[in-house]
């Protein structure tokens, strides 16, 4: 079979200017467009800054959680239970694992406890410094929910002393 020279320029023609077409389109953010005009479901690549935004408070809330429950448990006097569990749906909401090391918290209880309260409110204000830096409108409210949650949390615990 042979292929001339007209059928050949044609075809490469053709291909040129549909790869142009598509840089075009990837370029002015309308390729996911065009995908579901044609019928396919594309799925957007995650944002670096928010998958490292999402890490962080990952492993944050670990140690933060770590350091709760071992706060609870080395002052059993001291009703930790519910932070403890508010702490661990946090973490679970970004995906994230238990720590592998424990914090010893101090001996004192009210010295603590008032340590735990201000981990939160650290905690509660990257959050919202997180929230504010992060791309996905879905992971801004995961954020911001943190946030007011480790905010609220601190403020029970500071109650507790």
Avoid: Y
């Avoid at 408070?57 to 932070?83: F, N, Y």
């Avoid at 508010?86 to 995906?95: K, P, Y």
């Avoid at 990257?126 to 995961?142: F, I, M, T």
């Amino acid at each position: 079979m042979v292929i001339s020279r007209r059928v050949l320029l044609g075809t490469g023609a053709v291909v040129v200017a549909t790869g142009g077409l598509l840089t075009a389109a990837e370029r002015t953010h309308r390729l996911d467009d065009i995908a579901d005009e044609v019928g396919l479901d594309p799925k957007p690549l995650p944002d670096p800054a928010d998958t490292r935004i999402v890490r962080r408070a990952a492993d944050e809330s670990a140690v933060l959680l770590a350091t709760a429950e071992a706060t609870a448990s080395a002052h059993p006097a001291v009703e930790l239970a519910p932070v403890v569990a508010i702490v661990r749906e946090q973490l679970a909401a970004v995906g994230g694992a238990s720590a592998a090391t424990t914090p010893a918290p101090s001996p004192d209880a009210p010295a603590a406890v008032a340590a735990l309260a201000q981990a939160l409110s650290s905690a509660a204000d990257r959050r919202a410094s997180d929230a504010n830096r992060a791309g996905s409108p879905a992971l801004v409210r995961v954020l911001a929910s943190m946030a007011a949650g480790h905010a609220q949390t601190a403020r029970t615990v500071r109650r507790l002393r």
